[in-house]
Structure formats: C-alpha cells, structure tokens
C-alpha cells in the first residue's frame, strides 16, 4: 500500500491510538499540527508533520498535498463545523479521494447536544462533498474516566452528573482499530457507510465503580452529583464555558437514558468483540492508583 492518509487532530488521543494502530499498515502517515512543540513525538514514531490550522485554510494546501485519504477529526468548539469545511474544501482542491470523519454519537439536527447538532452539519456537508467518504460516531469514551483518575486515586471516589444513566461506552482503541479497518481496506468497501461504534454493553457508573474496585482491590464510589454542581467544577478547573455547558447537555441526555444502546458495527466491520470495560480497568489500573 503507498496510499498517504493525513490525520488531523493528531495530537489527541484517538488520533494517536490510530496512529498505533496504522503502525504496520504500509500508509505513509502525515499529521497536520498547529503547535510545533506537539511535533517531535510524532516525527519520532515516523510520521510526516506539516505546521497548519484548520481555522486558517490558507495553510491547508503544503498538509493536503500528495493525500489519498483524510482522518479528519475536529475537536469540539464553535468553530468545528468551519474547521471540518475548510478540510473538505482542501481535500477536494487537493484531489484527495477518501475521507474517513470522527463524528458525535447520535449526531442529528435534533440531537440534545450542540456537539450533535454541530457534527450533523459537517456530517451532511461530506455527504454532499463528491467524496468517498465513512463516518464514525462513537459511543462514550471509556478513556473519559481517565479525567477521574485523580479524584479515584485520592478519595477513592469519583462524581459525575449522569444519574444512573447506562452508557454502551467504548474504549478509543476501539475506535481506532475499526478507523484503522476502513483506511486500510478499498476505498469503495465503506463509502457511504456510518458506523457507530459502542462497546459490548451498557453499562452504568454504579457498574463501572465496583468493577474498578475489584481491579483495584479497594472500594471505589460513584457519587451521582447535580448538573450543575459538576458545570461549576469544571470551570473552576478552567474548563471554557461552552465545553462545560456542552459535557453538562451530554450529562443530561445521558442520565434521561439517552446512552442506553450498543450496535454490532466493531464486530461487523473488524470481526472481533470490543473491548469491556472490565479489560479497559485491567489495562488502566496504574491510572487510578
């Protein structure tokens, strides 16, 4: 395979989980970075780093050059829906012919979320594009509780505003693996497919706490906390406005069962069951201690 694949939100960690798992693809791997100090990890693991900025689409056309096939993944913000056409634009003025695209769960115009409703237009802006294109709406990341870890180790604790909503989470090697699938096999196999992955079952924090008190051999709570009372958290860890309104509207959805769903698409698409959230503490045990 001498196919080129451009990532965008390199840095990040699903980007990076797939970089991983491209590892003996054969593609030739190009990132597009904002920030120069985020690139000599990446140039260490042999990847190609080109310095741009989605939000500036005069510096996409050096990143798009030469590119069969686009990872493109737009972190959340108001601006995602012009970051995710700016890249469109650049991969048709470029001739790039695939885009496999990260989108939101359940995104939809009457999704609850402004993420969802925000990743709807993207989604329905590739759709339109002329290009291949896959797109992948991933349940929860398992990964998410990672933010937790801290209050887990010390207080043996962790609070969320979710209720006991249950949650088909899923862990974003997962996510990678079914994205490494799609930009490995023809381009024509997936085209016009989306895929919502979701790990084996749903499952609710009350769950999630005993099983990483049996990994962790310790007890460990989850305190079902008032949506507000997490917002002000969060911004008093400096979290922006609206990324703290954005996690509460998904808190709130998740905890009226918004979340409570899986599919079969990683096993459809890779042949193997997702990872459970059981595997996911064993794996990250060392996080929470």
Same mark, same amino acid.
């Given at each position: 395979?001498?196919?080129?694949?451009?990532?965008?939100?390199?840095?990040?960690?699903?980007?990076?989980?797939?970089?991983?798992?491209?590892?003996?693809?054969?593609?030739?791997?190009?990132?597009? /970075?904002?920030?120069?100090?985020?690139?000599?990890?990446?140039?260490?693991?042999? /990847?190609?780093?080109?310095?741009?900025?989605?939000?500036?689409?005069?510096?996409?056309?050096?990143?798009?050059?030469?590119?069969?096939?686009?990872?493109?993944?737009?972190?959340?913000?108001? #601006?995602?829906?012009?970051?995710?056409?700016?890249?469109? @634009?650049?991969?048709?003025?470029?001739?790039?012919?695939?885009?496999?695209?990260?989108?939101?769960?359940?995104?939809?115009?009457?999704?609850?979320?402004?993420? $969802?409703?925000?990743?709807?237009?993207?989604?329905?802006?590739?759709?339109?594009?002329?290009?291949? @294109?896959?797109?992948?709406?991933?349940?929860?990341?398992?990964?998410?509780?990672?933010?937790?870890?801290?209050?887990?180790?010390?207080?043996?604790?962790? #609070?969320?505003?979710?209720?006991?909503?249950?949650?088909?989470?899923?862990?974003?090697?997962?996510?990678?693996?079914?994205? !490494?699938?799609?930009?490995?096999?023809?381009?024509?196999?997936?085209?016009? #497919?989306?895929?919502?992955?979701?790990?084996?079952?749903?499952?609710?924090?009350?769950?999630?706490?005993?099983?990483?008190?049996?990994?962790?051999?310790?007890?460990?709570?989850?305190?079902?906390?008032?949506?507000?009372?997490?917002?002000?958290?969060?911004?008093?860890?400096?979290?922006?406005?609206?990324?703290?309104?954005?996690?509460?509207?998904?808190?709130?959805?998740?905890?009226?069962?918004?979340?409570?769903?899986?599919?079969?698409?990683?096993?459809?698409?890779? $042949? #193997?069951?997702?990872?459970?959230?059981?595997?996911? !503490?064993?794996?990250?045990?060392?996080?929470?201690?």
């Amino acid at each position: 395979m001498n196919r080129r694949l451009l990532l965008t939100g390199a840095t990040g960690t699903v980007s990076g989980a797939l970089i991983d798992a491209l590892e003996h693809s054969g593609l030739r791997l190009r990132a597009l /970075v904002r920030d120069e100090s985020k690139a000599p990890p990446l140039r260490e693991r042999g /990847v190609d780093v080109v310095l741009g900025d989605l939000g500036d689409p005069r510096s996409l056309p050096r990143a798009f050059a030469g590119v069969q096939d686009l990872w493109l993944l737009t972190p959340n913000d108001p #601006r995602a829906p012009e970051h995710s056409m700016n890249a469109v @634009w650049a991969a048709r003025q470029a001739g790039v012919e695939r885009v496999v695209r990260l989108s939101a769960v359940r995104a939809a115009a009457d999704a609850p979320t402004r993420s $969802g409703r925000l990743h709807a237009l993207s989604d329905h802006e590739l759709q339109r594009s002329g290009l291949s @294109w896959t797109i992948l709406r991933p349940h929860w990341f398992m990964q998410n509780l990672l933010n937790e870890a801290g209050d887990i180790a010390a207080e043996g604790a962790f #609070r969320l505003s979710m209720g006991e909503g249950r949650l088909g989470m899923i862990d974003t090697r997962d996510i990678a693996e079914l994205a !490494a699938r799609v930009l490995t096999d023809g381009p024509e196999l997936h085209h016009g #497919r989306i895929y919502t992955p979701t790990g084996p079952h749903p499952i609710s924090f009350t769950e999630v706490a005993r099983l990483l008190g049996e990994v962790l051999e310790r007890p460990v709570r989850y305190v079902p906390t008032a949506a507000e009372d997490k917002e002000r958290r969060l911004l008093g860890f400096g979290v922006p406005n609206w990324i703290a309104g954005m996690l509460t509207e998904y808190a709130q959805a998740y905890a009226s069962g918004w979340g409570d769903f899986t599919t079969t698409d990683f096993l459809d698409v890779t $042949g #193997r069951d997702p990872r459970s959230f059981a595997e996911f !503490a064993r794996d990250h045990a060392d996080a929470f201690c």
